[in-house]
């Protein structure tokens, strides 16, 4: 079974710190995605990575960053927490861009994070 | 650009009540529809897809039939149980454009024995 893994499912954080959410999937796929969860508003995409060293901005990616330096790592940075980031945050990894239609989309847990 | 309609919840249902959890949706391009769950305190899980035009997703009782004149996917179950309480998420995805879902809203279904 594909695994993808989010190191922590809780934190808490202050205003102004620098955060790092990390995500590690074990089957090989070239795209990764970082998904912000609100309630009442789904999920939205804030970066997607198609290879290492690669990004691309999704729907809301101000007030983060991302870094992809192993192809099996993606880590989300929140260079300064502010409180409307607390949210919940969800990993995601899938084979490559272009592949057949429909191709399944792996999440991980999801990492709960509430900035005071 | 594309988006995803679906209907709000909570949605709470006696068990072995039918279900349905409408979704509509608009795309730029020709898509693929998907239906993800998310059991309380978990990520969400791929509970079954379609890729083309009048075909059929199933999956634990559920089903889901892609209605291209419609723009719709709506999800299904004739007789739900209380461990299909969860939060239901329609979604689609372009083909061959990086496959980045699109998500819904998320509907709340609640199911009381």
């Known amino acids: 079974d594909v695994k993808v893994t989010q190191s922590s499912r809780y934190l808490v954080k202050r205003t102004g710190e620098k955060v790092f959410l990390e995500c590690v999937q074990d089957m090989d796929h070239e795209n990764m995605f970082w998904y912000r969860q609100d309630p009442g508003l789904g999920l939205r995409l804030i970066y997607f990575?198609?290879?290492?060293?690669?990004?691309e901005k999704g729907d809301i990616p101000e007030g983060y960053s991302v870094s992809r330096e192993k192809k099996e790592r993606f880590s989300l940075i929140l260079e300064s927490a502010s409180t409307n980031q607390t949210s919940m945050y969800l990993c995601?990894?899938?084979?490559?861009?272009?592949?057949?239609?429909?191709?399944?989309?792996?999440f991980g847990e999801g990492s709960w994070l509430t900035v005071v | 650009g594309d988006s995803v309609t679906q209907m709000e919840g909570p949605v709470t249902l006696s068990e072995e009540a039918f279900l349905t959890i409408n979704c509509t949706y608009t795309?730029?391009?020709?898509?693929?529809l998907f239906w993800y769950v998310q059991y309380p305190g978990e990520g969400l899980q791929l509970l079954l897809k379609a890729t083309k035009a009048d075909d059929k997703g199933s999956n634990k009782g559920f089903e889901a039939t892609y209605r291209k004149e419609t723009t719709s996917f709506h999800l299904e179950k004739g007789s739900v149980q209380v461990s299909d309480s969860a939060v239901y998420f329609c979604?689609?995805?372009?083909?061959?454009?990086?496959?980045?879902?699109?998500f819904g809203g998320g509907t709340r279904l609640m199911v009381k024995p």
């Open positions: 979604a689609l995805s372009i083909n061959n454009a990086g496959n980045m879902l699109t």
């Open positions: 995601a990894s899938s084979l490559t861009p272009g592949g057949p239609p429909g191709n399944t989309i792996y």
């Open positions: 990575s198609y290879d290492v060293k690669m990004k």
């Open positions: 795309a730029t391009g020709y898509p693929s």
